[in-house]
């Protein structure tokens, strides 16, 4: 690895740890030399395949049970919670915090990512199996610390 290659990697890296989930367009990047370049950010990987996900209006949610165009599942706790955030901001990225937010409550900087990343594993098997999709199909992405639905 040049040290180019070396520091674009590691300016990169820090860039995403200060954005907390906000990927970044462009990047500018200063080398000891004097030398400074401004890079375009790769956009987030496209989804392979459309997943045939219904309009945001398919969902209804009550106490332990979510609705998918009325497919009844039995789904509970933070997943139900995860999966609500999603359903309402269809494509949508969706940061980690806001996730653990608006499913963990008062006390979010209590929770780690990989709980998070742990549940929303959970949430696509358990999509995967109601709405019969492959195991190659991801109905959540997870790109740049924010995790989004996937879309038809």
Not at 59 to 80: I, Q
């Amino acid at each position: 690895m040049c040290p180019h290659d070396t520091s674009l990697f590691l300016a990169l890296s820090a860039y995403g740890r200060l954005a907390r989930g906000q990927c970044p367009s462009r990047v500018a990047i200063g080398f000891p030399d004097g030398a400074e370049v401004t890079l375009p950010v790769p956009a987030a990987p496209s989804d392979s395949k459309p997943i045939g996900w219904p309009r945001a209006d398919g969902w209804d949610f009550r106490a332990g049970e979510a609705a998918l165009n009325g497919l009844r599942f039995k789904l509970g706790g933070k997943l139900l919670a995860i999966l609500r955030v999603l359903a309402e901001r269809p494509g949508e990225p969706v940061s980690a915090d806001r996730l653990k937010s608006e499913a963990w409550g008062e006390e979010p900087e209590l929770v780690e990512d990989g709980n998070l990343h742990g549940h929303v594993s959970q949430l696509r098997k358990k999509l995967r199996d109601v709405l019969g999709l492959a195991a190659e199909d991801n109905p959540i992405t997870h790109f740049c610390s924010a995790y989004r639905r996937a879309v038809h």
